[in-house]
């Protein structure tokens, strides 16, 4: 297993323009997080997924901002109509409830820059 | 909200130095998490805490819980170069996680 993949890991885009990001969890974690982040702070949390359904939204997640895990394996998240403050990190995490805590592993992210 | 405030948000000592980090919350977590996240990399997993009062410690690194399970700290003894980055404390209730503010570390060698 190579860990949690987002892609791309870097994004520079124009204000106005779409943009989707696309993340990979482990294959056996049945829990899928999406978090932003920006410079020096703590990720922010957006959405969560168990399995293919979509739990929780942040009201950080205007109507511009869509996330999806059609069955229940990767997930994507659109920004449409993007704007200079949502520059930010956009990190996925996966995880899988054992007996213990529930421990999130993280993608290295994907940066995006709106101009 | 749940709000996880941590101090000092910058610290820049010199090799061999001790430090702590605090993390600092009104509200009560079932378990608490600190992460070490180095530039353009997502965060890694150091230590999870569950129960109230729990002392980790991990070489040179310890971790406490507070009693209330409301409040952490993050002691490094003997500071390294290879410390620097930035620790994030987690919170967390049944699913969702809430990250504090963030504290940047640079050891100076």
């Known amino acids: 297993d190579t860990g949690v993949s987002q892609d791309p890991r870097h994004k520079i885009t124009k204000r106005g323009q779409n943009v989707t990001f696309r993340c990979d969890p482990i294959s056996e974690h049945n829990r899928l997080y999406w978090y932003r982040q920006t410079l020096g702070q703590g990720p922010e949390f957006l959405t969560y997924?168990?399995?293919?359904?979509?739990?929780?939204k942040s009201r950080l997640l205007s109507d511009r901002f869509s996330a999806e895990r059609p069955k229940g394996s990767f997930s994507t998240l659109e920004i449409q109509r993007t704007e200079q403050g949502d520059s930010a990190m956009y990190l996925c995490?996966?995880?899988?409830?054992?007996?213990?805590?529930?421990?999130?592993?993280f993608g290295a992210g994907s940066r995006l820059t709106v101009l | 909200t749940q709000l996880l405030e941590q101090s000092p948000q910058f610290l820049s000592i010199q090799e061999g130095e001790n430090l702590t980090v605090y993390c600092n919350s009104s509200s009560v977590f079932s378990s608490l998490q600190w992460y070490r996240q180095e530039p353009g990399e997502g965060p890694v997993l150091l230590v999870t805490v569950v129960t109230g009062g729990e002392v980790k410690k991990l070489k040179r690194l310890t971790f406490q819980f507070g009693d209330a399970r409301k409040d952490s700290s993050l002691h490094i003894t003997a500071a390294q170069p290879g410390d620097t980055g930035l620790y994030l404390c987690a919170g967390t209730g049944t699913y969702k996680y809430i990250f504090g503010t963030g504290t940047r570390l640079k050891v100076l060698a």
């Open positions: 997924f168990q399995n293919e359904a979509q739990l929780e």
């Open positions: 995490a996966s995880s899988r409830v054992t007996s213990g805590a529930n421990v999130l592993t």
